[in-house]
């Protein structure tokens, strides 16, 4: 069966620092998707990036980064210098060859303080 | 705008009472999706579409209806079945319903029990 553990339910962090979201999933496929979302106070999930199995790449886009490894299960998201801008729950995702659902984790609440 | 409009923002259930949520989209999407949002939880699906006069019961059907009579709209009904409604609604659609694409979300609704 699939699943997604966000196991940090709420960080809080001071403008300007570094902060990493842990996402670990499970999944018998050997083909599948990663993907992290973004909940900001309006309500409406964001896409931020989707990942496949076969691409284990770290990814950086901007202040945003993506760390993948199949050995541990895991898809971490940092995001660098965070602002407060960035005060959002992001889930992390997970959906798999011929699935009709992308499963989500739980979701981590980022508080970043001025 | 190409986007998912979902109405209303708060809606409030009375004892017995079924309610209507309504989520319309102008990407010219094949699937669409319900969520439900409860806090500290991940989002869980309730129902899919992946084509009009089509639509599957998701991880949580029980209490809820749907239908797809177009393509843009993808309305779900809170029956009086379901005993624990109060909840975030989202609605979601992608291009043709695969694993690997995005979702992309609405602004949600908030549902309420009077």
């Known amino acids: 069966a699939q699943k997604v553990t966000q196991a940090q339910t709420e960080i809080s962090v001071v403008e300007k620092e570094d902060v990493t979201l842990d996402c670990v999933y499970e999944t018998r496929d050997t083909t599948y998707y990663l993907f992290w979302y973004k909940q900001p106070p309006s309500g409406e999930l964001v896409f931020l990036i989707r990942?496949?199995?076969?691409?284990?790449q770290n990814e950086i886009s901007g202040r945003y980064s993506w760390n993948f490894q199949k050995s541990t299960s895991s898809f971490n998201f940092t995001i660098t210098a965070s602002q407060v801008v960035d005060s959002a729950v992001y889930f992390c995702?997970?959906?798999?060859?011929?699935?009709?659902?992308?499963?989500f984790g739980a979701g981590t609440r980022l508080f970043v303080k001025a | 705008d190409g986007g998912i409009t979902q109405s209303p923002k708060y809606l409030f259930r009375k004892e017995g009472q079924n309610v209507t949520l309504s989520c319309e989209q102008n990407l010219n999407h094949d699937a669409m999706y319900w969520y439900r949002q409860d806090p500290g939880q991940g989002l869980r699906l309730i129902y899919y579409s992946q084509i009009v006069n089509d639509f599957q019961k998701g991880d949580i059907a029980e209490g809820y209806s749907v239908s797809r009579e177009k393509k843009e709209s993808f309305p779900l009904t809170v029956t009086s079945a379901q005993k624990n409604p109060t909840a975030f609604y989202l609605c979601?659609?992608?291009?043709?319903?695969?694993?690997?694409?995005?979702?992309?979300f609405g602004s949600g609704t908030q549902l309420s029990v009077l």
């Open positions: 990942r496949n199995s076969f691409d284990e």
């Open positions: 995702a997970l959906s798999e060859t011929g699935g009709f659902k992308t499963i």
């Open positions: 979601a659609s992608s291009r043709y319903g695969q694993e690997n694409e995005k979702l992309f």
